[in-house]
């Protein structure tokens, strides 16, 4: 038997790319009032929950789900008014799919390419594929630096570019002509996430017809389904039939597929909630305003980001207060001593204020 450690053969087999990488850290939030996640904090009515209990009930677990999930795909055409003609990919949240899309355009030397800062998932998933990943700094206040974006491309060539919209971790639209002006200079792939389609004032699903080179991807987690894990991708059918060849089979569950279509079929009630959640951010932002140590930005999604003196500090004081929300202190340069806080419930919101109005009195 071979007296090599495991972890020597790993060293030795895996990627040095691999080696390097830190995997996705999900903090321990129990006990905690949870804000770090971007979750819709509200359950769906008793007897929708009803109803679903018995779906779920009567479920053939015992079988392989629909392989394309046809009943559901017609019911993500139905409530996104998707263009005619266009097709839908499913995906095991959107994490799947943009590793799917890596997978589909990585010749050597392909890029992909985004902004910074932006979803973490894009430069990690580039890794994990090999890809090269180009990203361009946004201006200061998180809006698109156009010049150095379009130059970048130019230069770049890149072959799959990600645009969040709105922005994670930001939380701002950037402006649509700008956007079009990206898609249109792009000589590949363009996919616009909208994981925050419900909280946002704006969307690309319209325009799919008009760009050759434009797929819209979204989530259904932020809408109160994030424990499905299920998001889609729409666009052309000469885009979608190829990529479905990479989609692993059965990839989106008995469980998850039924479920969906149930929620989908009640898409009023989460847009209701969605809209309640637009309110209470409202209100939250100007809370925050009003906070003479904290600068908040503006935001299109089911979150706030905010600068403080010391993030560190302030973000365990939370902690030690029952509130956890995301530290986003060491993630990228331009996030220096920046938090983000996702809108909880009312009575959440109150106590993540008064948590924070204590924590920076303390330190003044």
């Known amino acids: ?29 129990s006990g905690y009032i949870k804000l770090d996640a971007m979750e819709n904090p509200y359950l769906v009515p008793l007897e929708l929950r009803d109803a679903i209990a018995r779906i779920v009930a009567a479920a053939a677990i015992n079988r392989y789900p629909d392989p394309n999930a046809t009943s559901l795909k017609e019911k993500i055409r139905a409530v996104t008014g998707l263009p005619q003609g266009m097709e839908v990919l499913l995906g095991n949240g959107s994490d799947e799919l943009i590793q799917l899309l890596a997978m589909a355009v990585h010749k050597p030397d392909a890029v992909m390419f985004s902004v910074e800062p932006s979803f973490v998932m894009y ?68 996919v616009v996430d909208e994981a925050y389609y419900a909280f ?22 932020k809408l109160g389904m ?55 951010r409202a209100k939250l932002y100007q809370q925050l305003s009003e906070i003479a140590a904290v600068k908040v930005y503006a935001s299109e999604a089911n979150f706030l980001l905010f600068r403080v003196a010391d993030a560190n500090r302030v973000f365990n004081g939370l902690k030690q207060r029952g509130v956890l929300i995301k530290n986003l202190n060491s993630g990228h340069p331009m996030l220096k001593d920046c ?7 009312p009575d959440e919101n109150v106590k993540f204020i008064a948590a924070l109005r204590e924590v920076i009195i303390q330190s003044a």
């Open 200 to 221: 946002a004032s704006d969307s690309f699903i319209p325009c799919l017809a008009s760009y050759p080179n434009l797929l819209v991807m979204r989530t259904f987690s």
């Open 339 to 345: 938090l983000r806080v996702t809108i909880g419930t």
């Open 123 to 190: 430069k990690m998933i580039a890794t994990f594929t090999g890809m090269r990943y180009v990203g361009v700094p946004l201006n200061a206040d998180f809006s698109l630096d156009l010049p150095a974006t379009l130059a970048a491309i130019k230069r770049e060539r890149p072959a799959l570019i990600f645009l969040a919209y709105p922005n994670n971790p930001s939380g701002n639209l950037f402006s649509a002509d700008a956007m079009a002006q990206i898609i249109r200079a792009a000589p590949g792939l363009v």
């Open 226 to 280: 994030a424990g499905l894990r299920l998001g889609f991708l729409a666009g052309s059918p000469a885009w979608i039939g190829q990529l479905e060849k990479l989609r692993l089979p059965y990839n989106v569950g008995v469980l998850p597929q039924l479920v969906a279509e149930k929620l989908l079929g009640h898409h009023e009630v989460l847009l209701q909630q969605a809209e309640q959640i637009k309110r209470d």
């Open 1 to 29: 038997m071979s007296t090599i450690s495991a972890s020597s053969l790993a060293a030795a087999l895996l990627r040095q790319e691999v080696l390097d990488l830190h995997a996705y850290h999900v903090p321990e939030s």
